[in-house]
């Protein structure tokens, strides 16, 4: 086993089945790690607790609690926790272990595409607002909502999914905080009332949120002009940032521009009450959006939408069912096919008597007149009343 206080490719960590694939990433309180399940051979991400921080108390009881809730919160758009346990060797390393994630956070998507057009946001929009919404019911407030966090996860059907992560810093509202009176979170998607003295609370993660939308769109945040953190704290309590319409490269349906607008609303009794209020504007957003324009989308051409708004997709005509829907629907082809015959037959008759009329007026012999048919001649063609009617594209 690796003598190095972090652990390393290829290592067992002390007590479990989980062997070190490679390290993900590091940050002030912990490492991320791939790991691979040597019982079963699937893979997960380990989160770690630096070990100088496992003295504190606060830092420690925070990292469990994120454990906890995080394992309490099962919701398709939150990261899923599966254990939190203590290494069994003298290091006593504390960890917890989580669903693998295949894709990119969406800071790394703007990196590398830039801009986001409206459906594709909007979709991502609905998932982190579901999350949020699930979270809000559990009394938890994330309180670091940012672009890093939400994860755009690749599904194994190749579909897409976005999952809020890190609530490393939330804060319970059922529970006595630990961090009365100091702001945590990233000043750069904060809302006025966390840096003001009145802590965060719900709608602080639905102003985070709106930011996040703004940037996807517009590819900045409307803060980026600052300088330093006292600018940016003066920005995010006093200027009123300019529409989204007015600054995204891309066209904004207005509603989702009024929305926006809504969320970053300084005061937080102006904006939406619930993230669920907001799901639902979004999802009557990305109808209008999927009924005007059908095209492929940054992420597919399947149309990015949450899975709990996936509209119905077009079934495709099964020929080996088509005799079996065909006897279903004998009384409606029966009807139908009447209602040919007896139109062909009005049609001739009509035409007959009229040949006839005309036959008199020049003074010619009286025509010869046969028998009417009683069926539809061969070359004739009855209603198709039996055949599928054509899928219509979803809404």
């Given at each position: 086993?690796?003598?190095?206080p972090?652990?390393?490719?290829?290592?067992?960590?002390?007590?479990s089945?989980?062997?070190?694939?490679?390290?993900?990433g590091?940050?002030?309180?912990?490492?991320?790690?791939?790991?691979?399940?040597?019982?079963?051979?699937?893979?997960?991400?380990?989160?770690?607790?630096?070990?100088?921080?496992?003295?504190?108390?606060?830092?420690?009881?925070?990292?469990?609690?994120?454990?906890?809730?995080?394992?309490?919160?099962?919701?398709?758009?939150?990261?899923?926790?599966?254990?939190?346990?203590?290494?069994?060797?003298?290091?006593?390393?504390?960890?917890?272990?989580?669903?693998k994630?295949?894709?990119?956070?969406?800071?790394?998507?703007?990196?590398?595409?830039?801009?986001?057009?409206?459906?594709?946001?909007?979709?991502?929009a609905?998932?982190l607002?579901?999350?949020?919404?699930?979270?809000?019911?559990?009394?938890?407030?994330?309180?670091?909502?940012?672009?890093?966090?939400l994860?755009?996860?690749?599904?194994?059907d190749?579909?897409?999914?976005?999952?809020?992560?890190?609530?490393?810093?939330?804060?319970?509202?059922?529970?006595?905080?630990?961090?009365?009176?100091?702001f945590?979170?990233?000043?750069?998607?904060?809302?006025?009332?966390?840096?003001?003295?009145?802590?965060?609370?719900?709608?602080?993660?639905?102003?985070?949120?709106?930011?996040?939308?703004?940037?996807?769109?517009?590819?900045?945040?409307?803060?980026d002009?600052?300088?330093?953190?006292?600018?940016?704290?003066?920005?995010?309590?006093?200027?009123?940032?300019?529409?989204?319409?007015?600054?995204?490269?891309t066209?904004?349906?207005?509603?989702?521009?009024?929305?926006?607008?809504?969320?970053?609303?300084?005061?937080?009794?102006?904006r939406?009450?619930?993230?669920?209020?907001?799901?639902?504007?979004?999802?009557?957003?990305?109808?209008?959006?999927?009924?005007?324009?059908?095209?492929?989308?940054?992420?597919?051409?399947n149309?990015?939408?949450?899975?709990?708004?996936?509209?119905?997709?077009?079934?495709?005509?099964?020929?080996?069912?088509?005799?079996?829907?065909?006897?279903?629907?004998a009384?409606?082809?029966?009807f139908?096919?009447?209602?040919?015959?007896g139109?062909?037959?009005?049609?001739?008759?009509?035409?007959?008597?009229?040949?006839?009329?005309?036959?008199?007026?020049?003074?010619?012999?009286?025509?010869?007149v046969?028998?009417l048919?009683?069926?539809?001649s061969?070359?004739?063609?009855?209603?198709d009343?039996?055949?599928?009617a054509?899928n219509?594209?979803?809404?």
């Open positions: 086993m690796a003598t190095d972090e652990l390393a490719p290829g290592e067992i960590v002390a007590g089945d989980f062997k070190v694939v490679r390290v993900l590091s940050g002030g309180m912990g490492t991320v790690y791939e790991v691979e399940d040597v019982s079963v051979g699937r893979r997960f991400v380990l989160k770690t607790l630096h070990m100088k921080l496992i003295d504190r108390p606060e830092i420690l009881g925070r990292f469990q609690r994120e454990a906890r809730v995080l394992a309490q919160l099962t919701h398709p758009n939150i990261v899923e926790v599966i254990t939190f346990k203590w290494t069994a060797d003298a290091r006593r390393r504390c960890y917890y272990v989580m669903e994630l295949d894709g990119r956070s969406l800071r790394q998507l703007l990196r590398e595409h830039g801009p986001l057009d409206a459906r594709t946001a909007t979709g991502m609905i998932d607002f579901d999350a949020i919404d699930h979270a809000h019911d559990n009394d938890v407030i994330h309180r670091d909502i940012k672009p890093e966090n994860f755009i996860h690749r599904n194994r190749g579909g897409w999914i976005a999952k809020l992560l890190d609530f490393g810093v939330m804060k319970l509202l059922q529970a006595d905080s630990d961090t009365a009176g100091r945590l979170g990233t000043l750069k998607y904060a809302a006025p009332e966390q840096f003001e003295g009145w802590g965060a609370v719900k709608a602080s993660d639905l102003y985070a949120a709106g930011l996040v939308i703004y940037e996807m769109i517009a590819g900045v945040s409307p803060f002009d600052t300088t330093n953190d006292s600018e940016l704290t003066l920005a995010q309590a006093r200027r009123v940032p300019p529409l989204l319409s007015e600054v995204a490269p066209p904004v349906p207005p509603a989702l521009d009024a929305l926006v607008a809504e969320l970053i609303e300084k005061k937080a009794d102006n939406p009450q619930t993230a669920l209020e907001v799901a639902n504007r979004l999802r009557e957003i990305q109808r209008t959006l999927l009924a005007e324009d059908s095209s492929d989308t940054l992420l597919g051409s149309p990015p939408v949450a899975r709990s708004a996936r509209p119905r997709r077009a079934r495709p005509l099964n020929f080996k069912q088509l005799p079996r829907r065909l006897a279903r629907r009384p409606e082809l029966t139908a096919l009447l209602v040919a015959v139109a062909f037959i009005s049609f001739t008759m009509l035409r007959r008597s009229r040949t006839s009329s005309d036959a008199v007026l020049v003074a010619s012999p009286p025509p010869v046969s028998a048919p009683l069926a539809p061969a070359s004739s063609k009855p209603l009343a039996g055949a599928p054509r219509k594209a979803p809404r």
